[in-house]
């Protein structure tokens, strides 16, 4: 499918800046899908999982319908649990970083009612809530919906799991008859189409259909880490495959930068591969690449579009890709020309439902790869070292090399010392596990 670059569409300028200072740069599925129908005025049935960008997909277009002149409540979102409250309206917040005067308020159980009335006071155009604490405020009279434009229910399916199914109705009923109705949710059991059919105005269906892709012959794992841990289970892995050519993906321009920052502060040798680079910029980088001048390449999905190096041994997954397809085609970096190849996959916790469904999709076991330690670092490089000795050994020895050995083994140290320390010196102490 035609996936949207936000950069290139017609979006408002702010929402567009603020999206470029997130780092995105491309729409996933379901946002190019959601987007431009949600723009039209259209009420919409997305089925989309947790991790796919559903969030910006229904947020985008909310937030370019929001009048910042009026202080009145505009749009809500019902959430199924404060968490999922308090994310969307964060990522409501960077996303109308730009919009003035926009005024965004979380509502939610196991806060005191007090600070949220005393938000809701100084104005509040988006509120987004539980179905429990909005029921609340609408009883008590702090929140009136009578001018609601737009109404978001984000993953219905889990509200009506939770027993919410009375408290979405009560207020489906309160809110203005034209108002745009939004329902997102995993799965679609029969009382979530009971509600799109008695609440929603001709809904259109919005559901991603995959491509249908295999995953080449490559060693596929993932690695439980949290997000601090990221860059050093990165560096150790990379120092697990010495000399290897390595393509790291993330999901935004910005962490790209900040990973290359990072790996060369490092002493690694890395460039970034993304958007804000023009095409003289790109060709530079990927020219270098394949001359092997750098061994690290942090990339975007966009940028690394049409990236065709026969000798990628391993791509990591430093962001866990939005979607299934993006997966496939990120490790496909690999493995070229009959060539074997690895991936790893950085994931917590709450990414393990999203990998079960790249699993699925690919129909592929990934397994489960520990962090490496420094002791497993250690070996490796002693392994690589003596595959270089080894090599030299077999393709001749230079006479220069030859004379200043013979002068190195002259004196009464015995030659295993001195071996020791021409290895110490070329190695560095030693890492400590």
Not at 95 to 105: F, H, M, N, P
Not at 317 to 343: C, F, M, Q
Not at 399 to 419: C, F, I, K, N, Y
């Amino acid at each position: 499918m035609h996936k949207l670059l936000f950069s290139a569409s017609d979006l408002p300028e702010d929402i567009k800046k603020a999206l470029a200072e997130m780092g995105f740069e491309e729409a996933t599925p379901i946002q190019s899908l959601a987007i431009p129908a949600a723009r039209q005025g259209r009420d919409i049935i997305g089925q989309a999982q947790t991790g796919t960008g559903k969030t910006a997909a229904f947020g985008i277009p909310l937030l370019e319908k929001i009048d910042v002149q009026q202080r009145h409540i505009q749009a809500l979102v019902l959430c199924p649990t404060r968490e999922l409250a308090i994310q969307v309206a964060e990522e409501f917040k960077r996303l109308g970083a730009y919009k003035r005067k926009l005024g965004i308020v979380p509502v939610y159980g196991g806060q005191p009612i007090e600070r949220q009335l005393q938000a809701l006071r100084k104005g509040a155009q988006v509120i987004v809530g539980t179905p429990g604490r909005i029921m609340d405020h609408l009883q008590r009279g702090t929140i009136t919906l009578d001018r609601l434009q737009v109404l978001v229910l984000d993953e219905a399916d889990e509200m009506l799991n939770m027993g919410f199914i009375e408290d979405i109705e009560t207020i489906l009923k309160t809110v203005p008859a034209g108002r745009q109705t939004l329902l997102f949710a995993a799965t679609m059991p029969a009382p979530i189409l009971a509600i799109t059919k008695r609440y929603q105005k001709d809904p259109q269906l919005l559901s991603v259909v995959h491509e249908q892709l295999t995953v080449p012959n490559i060693e596929q794992a993932y690695v439980e880490v949290r997000e601090q841990q990221k860059l050093e289970t990165l560096t150790r892995l990379i120092d697990t495959l010495p000399s290897a050519l390595a393509l790291v993906f993330c999901n935004t321009k910005k962490r790209v930068d900040e990973v290359v920052a990072a790996l060369n502060t490092r002493g690694y040798q890395a460039e970034g591969l993304h958007g804000d680079l023009n095409q003289t910029q790109r060709d530079r980088v990927m020219s270098h690449f394949r001359k092997n001048d750098f061994d690290i390449l942090v990339a975007t999905d966009v940028a690394a579009r049409g990236i065709d190096v026969s000798g990628i041994d391993v791509v990591f997954n430093y962001d866990l890709p939005w979607d299934e397809e993006d997966y496939v085609h990120r490790i496909g970096r690999t493995a070229r020309a009959g060539k074997s190849g690895r991936s790893y996959t950085f994931v917590s916790n709450r990414d393990m439902r999203k990998l079960r469904d790249i699993q699925h999709f690919t129909g592929t076991r990934i397994r489960r790869q520990q962090i490496p330690t420094l002791r497993d670092v250690e070996a490796s490089r002693q392994e690589a070292f003596i595959e270089k000795v080894n090599a030299i050994l077999e393709g001749g020895l230079q006479d220069r090399h030859l004379a200043l050995a013979e002068r190195l083994l002259s004196g009464d140290t015995p030659s295993l010392e001195v071996t020791a320390a021409l290895v110490g010196l070329l190695l560095g102490p030693e890492t400590q596990p």
